[in-house]
């Protein structure tokens, strides 16, 4: 087995003066040098290859499609064919533990790879030729296989059982994923309502201290024992003013009516404060309807 020597730092004590600190020392240590991985030296040439066939079949499609387009915008038009297959061929990967999202991606790039062999056929037998036609149908038709080989070869395979497992994994993780976001849209909803209940009682403070600005005297603020007429069925109950303002509103009562009302049960009140402080129920009742 070989060896090599590797420069390491490890932390030791260092005293200048009576002071100690931690310093960082240098020292050697011995390694043992691991053999070479030829398979994984081979797979990286394998996928540089590919790249670079991927790149000039990349090339081919766009100035095939791109002449048949009539050139200018039609060669931009042309690269969607072959980065729409190729962007599938990355979703199928990403895809590699998820049989069902797997088999819909590589479906979608054998269609889409189809198409952009059929526009380049296309071009070529317009152009005349039918070597044309077939070959340059085929360069990206090689290079969509030459992946799926690539795929083929460092796909691990999982048994019944394990994908089961990995399904079931992925489930909870996803299930966390959903919680997290309802859990964040309900936080964004409530901070929300509250915004709105703040603003709501502002303009309520701010109603108030209008209100309190008024001439209106102090006792019409004050709560009354407002005695009901036989007629009603509602027991004696004591109400302010603007209570009983409020409950005729409430009812439907126009201020007029409303007033008229305040004045039938509280003949000793003021016309004028009773007519303002029906109108300020109003004005406050409107306000969040």
Do not use: C
């Not at 009539?70 to 980065?83: E, H, R, S, V």
């Not at 979703?91 to 049989?99: G, I, N, Q, S």
């Not at 201290?209 to 009603?232: F, H, I, M, Y």
């Amino acid at each position: 087995m070989k060896f090599k020597e590797e420069i390491r730092r490890r932390l030791v004590d260092h005293t200048v003066d009576g002071v100690t600190h931690q310093i960082a020392q240098p020292y050697k240590v011995r390694v043992p040098v691991l053999p070479a991985d030829w398979d994984a030296r081979a797979m990286k040439a394998v996928a540089t290859l590919v790249l670079v066939l991927t790149g000039i079949a990349i090339a081919w499609s766009t100035v095939s499609i791109g002449q048949l387009l009539q050139g200018g915008p039609g060669y931009a038009a042309a690269a969607l064919f072959d980065i729409s297959w190729l962007s599938v061929l990355l979703l199928e990967w990403m895809a590699r533990f998820d049989p069902s999202k797997r088999k819909f991606a590589r479906v979608l790039g054998f269609i889409l790879v189809g198409i952009t062999a059929a526009a380049i056929f296309w071009h070529g037998m317009l152009a005349g030729s039918v070597a044309l036609a077939v070959v340059g149908a085929m360069v990206s038709i090689i290079a969509k296989a030459l992946w799926m080989a690539v795929f083929k070869h460092v796909d691990g395979q999982l048994s019944a059982e394990d994908r089961q497992w990995v399904a079931a994994e992925m489930s909870k993780a996803n299930a966390q994923i959903a919680i997290a976001g309802v859990r964040r849209q309900a936080a964004t909803a409530e901070v929300r309502a509250r915004l709105e209940l703040l603003a709501a009682e502002k303009a309520l403070g701010e109603l108030d201290e209008q209100d309190a600005n008024t001439d209106e005297p102090a006792a019409v603020l004050e709560p009354l024992r407002v005695p009901l007429n036989s007629a009603n069925s509602v027991p004696e109950q004591g109400l302010s003013m603007a209570e009983l303002a409020r409950q005729q509103l409430t009812a439907g009562a126009s201020n007029k009516d409303a007033a008229d009302e305040i004045l039938r049960r509280l003949p000793e009140a003021n016309p004028d404060s009773v007519q303002a402080t029906v109108r300020r129920e109003a004005r406050r009742l409107t306000r969040y309807m």
